[in-house]
Every structure is written in structure tokens, then in C-alpha cells.
């Protein structure tokens, strides 16, 4: 089966062709990060004007890189939310009608399910069952996973998501935007115990994820420090080091709660070199397995939904055309497959 995916849940456009006998065949994605650049974060409206100019021809140069036409296409998985509403509708909206004039199924995919399976694009994939942890500007979250839909939330953002607090320290030191990136790049010219930040909820029994406190902490930093580059890089450096830290104690209490020996880290914040060399180190030490999608899998892409979408449809599963676009979707509502 070769499914056609498209994700527009925020400020990228992707789209993706996926085979279920050979594989990832193409895939484009356009960012719109210079368009809300400006804005110092996404503008809703103008996010969704762009996804109506770029998604047309980002289907069609997908199919000519596969050398495929419309007739070879057996499906389009599209992403059905959480998200932007008005980003949604134009992803939802090209998928429903590509899918009623080319005589096809469709099927809506929950954006983070998404990502918890974007590993499984890898030749190193995972295997059921594992702690999914995924963290990304809009959401932290840890899942327990048996299956494709049999997920259970063990624990999630109380207020800021990890990714969030990424950016918006870096903009309180004064970086452009998307900040988590930029950040990530200045704390490795950093160095650690200038600063001690706390590992905000670890001291307390749960898998809930809290940031917005450790963002408060890092403006105050900021707004009593001098400054300079060095100073600067060193707080990126305590900002990213307490982040990491929190989100590794969280996972290994997840494992040891779950019993499972394998961790799957998906979501934008996935792509951070330095989470991932202290996770690696981790696993060793601890005794599990720890997975991540490639980079280019990391943040929103339309791989990630044509994959998911294609287990969905092989399943039998469909969504009829008149479904709506659901801006929140609880991951723990999907059906197992």
C-alpha cells in the first residue's frame, strides 16, 4: 500500500509517500520559520495562508521524486490534530478532496501518535512494547506503549512544554527565533557549575513535567547577570543541563514503573545533541534501550504521518470525509490496532 501523507498542524508543510512493502519513497518539507521569524513566535493566520501556498506543489513535486502519479496512490493519511485549528483545515481540507476525486481512503492521524512512531522510519526501530517519551515546543509527554493506539499517558505538561521553555529562555537571552536550537548552540560554548538550576517536580513522586517554573528562574538569572557572551552561554548551559537532567529522571522512573527496558524519545526536542549523548550514556550505565528518529524526523514532517496513517488503513481503518479537524485530541482516546 502506498500511502500519500500530509502534516500542516503548525508552521511546516510536509508531505511524505509511504510504501509498506519498501519504504519512505519521498518526502518535502517546507518551513516556515523566516515567515514568523519577525513575530518572535507562530502567527496562526499567516501560518495557515502559507500552508494553502505551499501545499499544492509540495504534493506534486512529491510524486514526480517518487516517479509516481495519482493512480499509484492507495491512501492519504493526513494530520487530523492536535494543532493550529486553521493549519489543520488546510491539511484535512487537501486530503478529503484529493481523496474523494481520486476514489481513495482517508485516514486522520493524531499528530503526536505521529511522532511516538517516527522511530520506526529507522532501520534501528523499536520493538513493542516501550516508554515513549515525546517532547516538543507544544507538549511533554510520557506514554506507555504496548502497541499502535494501545498508548496509556503516565504523565504530561502542567503548564510549559519542554520545547517551550527552549524558546522562550532563548528569547529572554536575547536570540532569535526558534530559539531552542540557537539555545542548544550557546550552551555548548558553556560551561557547567557556573549556575545551579533546580530540576523543577523531580523531588516529588509522579511523571508530570513542569517548566514554567525553571523559566522563571532563568529570566531572574538573566535579569541579575552582566551580560557578557560567556555569562550568557554558561546560563544556556545550567538551562539546558536542568532540562535534561528532569526529563532523565522522569524516564527512568517511567522505566522502572512500566517495566519496560526500552525508551523511544521523539518531538523536536528529540534533535538535541547534548539530551541525546547524556540519554546514550544513560542506557548504558542503566541497562536499557534508548531510540530516536533521525533528525530530519524529529520535528513535524509528513513521513511521520504516512507512516502512521499506513498501519492505520492496512488495519481496516478509515476517517469519513465530513469528520472535522480536532485542535485536542487525547492521545489515550486513539483506537488499538
Known amino acids: 500500500m502506498k500511502v500519500l501523507g500530509i502534516e500542516t498542524s503548525c508552521d511546516e508543510t510536509g508531505i511524505a509517500i509511504y510504501d509498506s512493502e519498501n519504504g519512505l519513497l519521498a518526502h518535502e518539507l517546507y518551513s516556515q520559520v523566516k515567515l514568523h521569524a519577525d513575530y518572535g513566535g507562530v502567527v496562526p493566520e499567516?501560518?495557515?495562508?502559507?500552508?494553502?501556498?505551499?501545499?499544492?506543489?509540495?504534493?506534486?513535486?512529491?510524486?514526480?521524486?517518487?516517479?509516481?502519479?495519482?493512480?499509484?496512490?492507495?491512501?492519504?493519511?493526513?494530520?487530523?490534530?492536535?494543532?493550529?485549528?486553521?493549519?489543520?483545515?488546510?491539511?484535512?481540507?487537501?486530503a478529503r478532496a484529493l481523496a474523494y476525486a481520486w476514489e481513495i481512503p482517508t485516514v486522520g492521524v493524531h499528530h503526536m501518535e505521529g511522532h511516538l512512531l517516527a522511530p520506526m522510519l529507522d532501520e534501528r526501530a523499536p520493538e513493542f512494547p516501550f516508554v515513549a517519551l515525546l517532547v516538543s515546543g507544544g507538549h511533554s509527554m510520557m506514554v506507555d506503549v504496548k502497541g499502535i493506539g494501545d498508548y496509556t499517558v503516565m504523565g504530561e505538561s502542567v503548564d510549559d512544554a519542554a520545547g517551550e521553555a527552549f524558546d522562550k529562555t532563548a528569547k529572554l537571552l536575547g536570540l532569535d527565533y526558534p530559539g531552542g536550537p540557537l539555545l542548544?548552540?550557546?550552551?555548548?560554548?558553556g560551561e557547567s557549575g557556573h549556575y545551579k538550576f533546580p530540576r523543577p517536580m523531580t523531588d516529588r513522586p509522579g511523571l508530570d513535567f513542569s517548566f514554567s517554573g525553571l523559566k522563571t528562574f532563568a529570566a531572574n538569572t538573566i535579569r541579575s547577570s552582566d551580560g557578557e557572551h560567556q555569562t550568557r552561554a554558561n546560563i544556556a548551559k545550567a538551562f539546558e543541563e536542568a532540562v535534561i537532567d528532569t526529563l532523565l529522571i522522569k524516564c527512568r522512573r517511567a522505566l522502572k514503573q512500566s517495566g519496560h527496558r526500552r525508551l523511544v524519545m521523539a518531538g523536536g526536542v528529540a534533535a538535541n545533541k547534548q539530551l541525546r549523548a547524556t540519554f546514550e550514556a544513560a542506557s548504558v550505565k542503566g541497562g536499557f534501550e534508548v531510540y530516536y528518529p533521525s533528525f530530519e524526523y524529529c520535528t513535524d514532517n509528513g513521513a511521520m504521518i504516512a507512516y502512521a496513517g499506513c498501519q492505520r488503513l492496512l488495519a481496516g481503518e478509515s476517517t469519513p470525509l465530513g469528520e472535522k479537524a480536532m485542535p485536542r485530541w487525547p492521545l489515550d482516546s486513539l483506537t488499538a490496532l
Open 184 to 189: 542548544a548552540k550557546l550552551a555548548e560554548q
Open 46 to 94: 499567516l501560518a495557515s495562508r502559507d500552508h494553502v501556498r505551499k501545499i499544492v506543489p509540495l504534493v506534486q513535486r512529491t510524486l514526480a521524486s517518487a516517479g509516481l502519479s495519482k493512480d499509484d496512490i492507495d491512501g492519504i493519511a493526513y494530520t487530523r490534530g492536535p494543532g493550529l485549528i486553521g493549519a489543520l483545515l488546510v491539511g484535512s481540507s487537501m
